[in-house]
């Protein structure tokens, strides 16, 4: 696969029968020791440095097309597999775009078939195509009626105003190789490229201060759970190195903390390492196993299954919220579908557009409800030089700085195990550093249950 497989060359005994043959069966004169080390030691020099040549052009998205042709060096041969694995899933969705869009990004969106997506290359569903789209949503409290959203969500490739990928296509976001070079100068490893650290550090309920990850969050726990919803304003979150990320999202939960946990995740995110610059990105995630060897970011391996053909997983949304200025916000609704048990997502209020599902199949303990929710911002602290990252979550701002200034969460709410969307009962705040990214809630009746959080890292009170 993707270039792994060698040619095996004769043996030496077959060798010497054929040049006997080529030669009339006279044996030729045997070869001297200096005619076998000197190829001996070209091929130890050769296997020493594994080195591919990128072509970064085509495209590379995030501002990274153009340039030159660069060479990169591998430290094994698994790592080099592990390149030539990727580069060959991205040839084959590249192969099966029936249209290509050049983003003014510099992102390149392929219009791939819905049934030749990354998701149907997963042992549970292969074979398969898309599933239509639920017939139920869940039921507003009150008994209102949702009605239709057809706004188109607003997105950098799609903003020109030029013509979606076609019916029975979805618009997948281009990985190129400068996406993978980048990943593996930066953590010396494509074996986890698209995913996050292992084990249950990215979400609040376990200390994450020993590898960097720190928290600004609400949660509900202690019930089944069937999904969430919640607003959130987006922002061009600054990220003061490759190696970091900040991020707002919704988590859906279930297991133990410890190698079986299951979560299904979404929100927006600024990734260098990941996307190649600054913009903040609409995002998916899942895992099964704690984060260990299941699960990635958007359709980097086989699994969440697109329905959208106006919504690219991993594009730049734009535009985003400005301090003191307009805000930007997005409604994300995650729930599981009662008749055929897949998670859904959703954007938009209402009836709004379904980007797409997780399938139930992917999961052991998600197979049946959530045991928590979790809302709000996440980013990497890597202490360059010692101290505490610059790196912003949300807007850069304390929550006590409210609206137009503060990244915010408003009208949580969770779904019931009769589909019903209900307030986020009991909701708890906890942030791991408050001197550096804080959350503060609160309730009316226009927003429901909210909260502020976010702040700018490193500061006078947080060194």
């Not at 040049?19 to 045997?30: D, F, I, L, Q, V």
């Not at 008749?339 to 997502?345: I, V, Y």
């Not at 999961?363 to 030089?385: I, S």
Request: proline letters at 7%.
């Amino acid at each position: 696969m993707g270039g792994e497989e060698e040619e095996e060359g004769a043996s030496p005994h077959a060798r010497a029968r054929a040049e006997m043959a080529s030669s009339g069966g006279k044996r030729r004169p045997r070869p001297t020791i200096f005619s076998w080390f000197v190829p001996l030691l070209l091929l130890l020099a050769c296997s020493s440095s594994l080195s591919v040549s990128a072509d970064n052009g085509g495209g590379s998205g995030g501002g990274n097309g153009g340039g030159n042709g660069t060479t990169h060096e591998f430290r094994s041969g698994d790592e080099l597999r592990a390149y030539q694995r990727i580069v060959a899933r991205m040839a084959r969705t590249k192969k099966a775009a029936v249209k290509t869009i050049q983003s003014p990004d510099g992102d390149v969106i392929d219009c791939v078939p819905a049934h030749l997506q990354p998701a149907f290359d997963h042992p549970t569903l292969r074979g398969q195509k898309p599933e239509d789209e639920p017939v139920y949503r869940p039921n507003i409290t009150g008994g209102a009626a949702a009605k239709n959203d057809d706004t188109v969500f607003p997105q950098a490739w799609s903003d020109g105003g030029g013509e979606p990928c076609p019916g029975g296509t979805v618009p997948i976001r281009r990985t190129t190789e400068r996406d993978l070079l980048r990943h593996s100068a930066a953590t010396g490893s494509l074996r986890r490229f698209a995913m996050k650290p292992p084990r249950a550090r990215n979400v609040v309920r376990r200390d994450s201060t020993d590898d960097g990850h720190e928290h600004a969050v609400g949660y509900v726990t202690g019930d089944q759970f069937y999904g969430a919803k919640a607003s959130l304003n987006v922002w061009p979150a600054k990220v003061a190195s490759a190696a970091e990320f900040s991020l707002s999202q919704i988590w859906v939960i279930s297991g133990t903390f410890g190698n079986d946990l299951n979560t299904i995740e979404a929100g927006w995110q600024v990734s260098p390492q990941l996307y190649g610059d600054n913009s903040p990105r609409f995002f998916t995630y899942w895992t099964s196993d704690a984060y260990q060897a299941t699960g990635c970011y958007n359709l980097h391996c086989s699994g969440f299954v697109q329905t959208n053909s106006r919504i690219a997983i991993g594009a730049a949304i734009s535009p985003a919220s400005a301090y003191n200025g307009r805000q930007f916000d997005i409604a994300l609704l995650i729930w599981k579908d009662p008749r055929r048990g897949h998670w859904w997502l959703q954007l938009g209020d209402g009836a709004g557009p379904l980007v797409g599902y997780w399938p139930s199949s992917l999961f052991t303990h998600l197979g049946g409800h959530a045991n928590m929710v979790q809302f709000g911002g996440e980013v990497v602290n890597t202490r360059p030089k010692g101290a505490h990252t610059p790196t912003q979550m949300g807007s850069g701002h304390f929550p006590r700085e409210g609206f137009n200034r503060a990244a915010y969460f408003r009208n949580l709410q969770v779904v019931d195990w009769d589909n019903n969307l209900i307030p986020a009962a009991g909701l708890r705040l906890v942030a791991d550093h408050p001197a550096c990214y804080g959350v503060q809630g609160g309730y009316n009746r226009a927003w429901g249950n909210y909260f502020y959080y976010g702040g700018p890292g490193r500061n006078v009170r947080c060194p």
